[in-house]
C-alpha cells in the first residue's frame, strides 16, 4: 500500500463490457446503482501507484475470466478525489466492493493474485463456484464420478480454474485414474492450490503404475516388493484402510524402500482424505510411531 501521493506518469488500461472508468459525476450510477443488479467491485488507483500497477492486471483478467459475475469500476483518484475523501481512502490501490447498493467487503495493498480470486468468489459468487461447491459436497461424501461430472462442467468454461483442477485430481485419484490425474497435476495453474496437487503426485504415480501394470502377477517379485504392489491394488480399488495397512507394514520392514515412496503415498492418502477423516486420523499416528 502506498499514501496518496500524485506524481506526473501515465499507464494504460484496457476496459471492455466488464470494466469500465467512472468518475464523481456517474459514480451513483455507474457503481451503485448497478449494484443492485451485478456486483459491482471498485478499484481505486493512480498512474504513478508501483502497487496499483500489480494489482490492476489481476482485477482485470478475473472481471475477464468470470464473464459478467462482477463489473470492475476503476477509480482514478487523481482526477477524483472527492470520491477518496468520500470513502476514506487514506492508501492505494483499495478495493471495495458493492452489492445491493453497500459496500459488503473491501481491502488496501497489493494482495496476491489467490488471495484476490477468493476475495471475488466471497463476493460474487459465479455459476462455476457453486458447482465447485456441490463438487466439494460431493467429495466429501465420497460420490467420486458425480463429483468429477460436476468439475468437467466448469473446466470446460474454465480450464485453468485452480480450485476445480484440485478437486479434479482428487476425484480420479479416488477412482483410480493415475494417468489422467497426473495429467491435470503436471499442467497445474499457478495458484495456491497447487501445494495441495504436489502431495497427492507420489499417489497419482503410483495407481498410474498400477494402470500399466494392469494386474501383472507379483510371482517374480520378493516379498516386501509383493506386499507394496497389492497395497497399490488396493488403493487403485478405494479400499484405503487396507491398502495403508500394507504401506505401513511395507515402512516397518524398510524405511528406504523405493527411496521413501510409501511415506509419501501414505501422505498423498491423508491429503486425498483431508485432515479430519478418520483413517487420516489414525493412520498419521500409525505413522509417526514407525517413523519417529
Not at 463490457?17 to 467512472?22: K, L, R, S
Not at 489481476?58 to 463489473?71: K, S
Not at 477518496?84 to 471495495?96: L, S
Not at 459496500?103 to 494482495?111: D, H, L, V, W, Y
Request: charged fraction near 25%; include cysteine; charge should be negative.
Amino acid at each position: 500500500m502506498v499514501q496518496l501521493e500524485p506524481q506526473n506518469e501515465k499507464v494504460f488500461v484496457t476496459f471492455s463490457e466488464f470494466i469500465f472508468d467512472t468518475a464523481e459525476d456517474t459514480f451513483e450510477t455507474d457503481v451503485v446503482s448497478r449494484s443492485y443488479e451485478t456486483p459491482v467491485i471498485v478499484d481505486f488507483w493512480a498512474p504513478w501507484c508501483g502497487p496499483c500497477r500489480s494489482l490492476g492486471p489481476v482485477l482485470e483478467a478475473l472481471a475477464h475470466e468470470r464473464g459478467g459475475a462482477f463489473l470492475l469500476a476503476k477509480v482514478n483518484v487523481d482526477e477524483n478525489p472527492g470520491l477518496a475523501v468520500r470513502f476514506g481512502v487514506q492508501g492505494i490501490p483499495a478495493v471495495k466492493a458493492y452489492h445491493n447498493g453497500d459496500i459488503i467487503a473491501q481491502f488496501t495493498g497489493a494482495a496476491p493474485e489467490p488471495t484476490v480470486r477468493e476475495f471475488i468468489q466471497r463476493v460474487a459468487p459465479g455459476e462455476g463456484d457453486v458447482i465447485i461447491s456441490e463438487a466439494a459436497s460431493l467429495l466429501a461424501t465420497r460420490h467420486w464420478e458425480q463429483a468429477e461430472e460436476r468439475l468437467r462442467m466448469v473446466l470446460d468454461s474454465q480450464p485453468h480454474n485452480p480450485a476445480a483442477t484440485l478437486g479434479m485430481v482428487r476425484t480420479l485419484i479416488a477412482q483410480g485414474k493415475g494417468d489422467a490425474a497426473l495429467a491435470f497435476i503436471e499442467d497445474f495453474p499457478a495458484s495456491s492450490e497447487i501445494v495441495a496437487a504436489q502431495q497427492l503426485q507420489p499417489l497419482a504415480r503410483l495407481l498410474a503404475e498400477v494402470e500399466r501394470r494392469n494386474g501383472d502377477e507379483v510371482d517374480d517379485m520378493n516379498p516386501i516388493e509383493a506386499q507394496y504392489w497389492q497395497s497399490a491394488r488396493l488403493l487403485a480399488l478405494g479400499q484405503h484402510a487396507a491398502a495403508m495397512d500394507g504401506l505401513l507394514g511395507v515402512l516397518r520392514q524398510d524405511k528406504g524402500f523405493r527411496t521413501g515412496e510409501p511415506r509419501l503415498v501414505i501422505l498423498g492418502v491423508f491429503a486425498l482424505l483431508g485432515d479430519d477423516d478418520p483413517l487420516t486420523r489414525q493412520y498419521r499416528d500409525e505413522l509417526a510411531s514407525i517413523l519417529f
